[in-house]
């Protein structure tokens, strides 16, 4: 999105606010975990991965051992947390990260989800906290099967659908993947979960000067996935 810049008249307290403020971020990018604090998980990218794909295996033939010991998970994350992947996902309540990735406890995901699963400025704030200052390797957009925000986005493409409030600035983000994926052979709807969830995760590699400096350190990996609501498998997009 492009927004318009406009001269301000900045007094000399605001000015040096700004300036201080540009000084801490440019330190920041410049030394990879420069405001890290604490423990982070040793478990690397193609660990978290791994780890993952094993649980969702077991949420698919063993849904009954995902029972959890909360009382004490709650105990010993309490004080510090050292998740190993980040979610970003739809707030679809048919899924639930924790429990797609075979019922994951206490301390593990780093979560950020809303309608559509799409990184505006607060999400891309949530997934560089968690790879920059709690030191999470792996992150993955996650999107759905029969995705309600993506079929909106569709018909807005194909019907010129008008959404009312803030649903349609929100889905307005989705808009490109449907129109990059129209006509194409298969189901419209599928195909821009796909496409929108690619997207995505090309933005949030690229766009954050943050994740884009561990990504080069090797240091964090950005991957796209699809979750079935039918049969619960998580697919990992190429």
Same mark, same amino acid.
């Given at each position: 999105?492009? @927004?318009?810049?406009? =001269?301000?008249?900045?007094?000399?307290? &605001?000015?040096?606010?700004?300036?201080?403020?540009?000084?801490?971020?440019?330190?920041?990018?410049?030394?990879?975990? +420069?405001?890290?604090?604490?423990?982070?998980?040793? @478990?690397?990218?193609?660990?978290?991965?791994?780890?993952?794909?094993?649980?969702?295996? /077991?949420?698919?033939?063993?849904?009954?051992?995902?029972? *959890?010991?909360?009382?004490?998970?709650?105990?010993?994350? *309490?004080?510090?947390?050292?998740?190993?992947?980040? !979610?970003?996902?739809?707030?679809?309540?048919?899924?639930?990260?924790?429990?797609?990735?075979?019922?994951?406890?206490?301390?593990?995901?780093?979560?950020?989800?809303?309608?559509?699963?799409? !990184?505006?400025?607060?999400?891309?704030? =949530?997934?560089?906290?968690?790879?920059?200052?709690?030191? !999470?390797?792996?992150?993955?957009?996650?999107?759905?099967?029969?995705?309600?925000?993506? +079929?909106? *986005?569709?018909?807005? @493409?194909?019907?010129?659908?008008?959404?009312?409030?803030?649903?349609?600035?929100?889905?307005? +983000?989705?808009?490109?993947?449907?129109?990059?994926?129209?006509?194409?052979?298969?189901?419209?709807?599928?195909?821009?979960?796909?496409?929108?969830? &690619?997207?995505?995760?090309?933005?949030?590699?690229?766009?954050?000067?943050? !994740?884009?400096?561990?990504? &080069?350190?090797? /240091?964090? /990996?950005?991957?796209? +996935?699809?979750?079935?609501?039918?049969?619960?498998?998580?697919?990992?997009?190429?």
């Amino acid at each position: 999105m492009c @927004v318009g810049c406009k =001269t301000l008249e900045l007094g000399r307290h &605001k000015f040096l606010s700004l300036a201080a403020a540009s000084i801490a971020s440019s330190a920041v990018l410049g030394a990879g975990h +420069a405001f890290s604090a604490g423990d982070t998980t040793s @478990v690397t990218a193609d660990e978290a991965l791994a780890r993952l794909k094993a649980g969702n295996e /077991k949420y698919l033939s063993a849904p009954q051992v995902c029972a *959890a010991d909360l009382s004490n998970q709650r105990e010993r994350v *309490a004080k510090v947390q050292t998740p190993w992947a980040t !979610v970003i996902t739809c707030s679809d309540s048919r899924v639930p990260p924790e429990l797609l990735f075979g019922g994951l406890g206490l301390g593990e995901l780093f979560v950020a989800r809303n309608a559509g699963n799409m !990184v505006d400025t607060a999400t891309m704030g =949530t997934i560089e906290y968690g790879a920059e200052h709690l030191g !999470v390797p792996l992150i993955v957009v996650l999107g759905h099967e029969r995705c309600g925000a993506v +079929a909106a *986005a569709c018909e807005v @493409v194909t019907k010129r659908t008008k959404l009312p409030g803030s649903i349609g600035p929100m889905v307005d +983000a989705i808009v490109p993947a449907a129109k990059a994926v129209r006509g194409k052979p298969g189901d419209f709807v599928e195909n821009a979960v796909r496409e929108s969830a &690619k997207r995505t995760a090309v933005k949030v590699a690229t766009k954050s000067a943050i !994740v884009s400096h561990l990504i &080069k350190e090797k /240091k964090v /990996k950005v991957i796209a +996935a699809r979750y079935d609501l039918d049969d619960g498998r998580v697919e990992i997009l190429g």
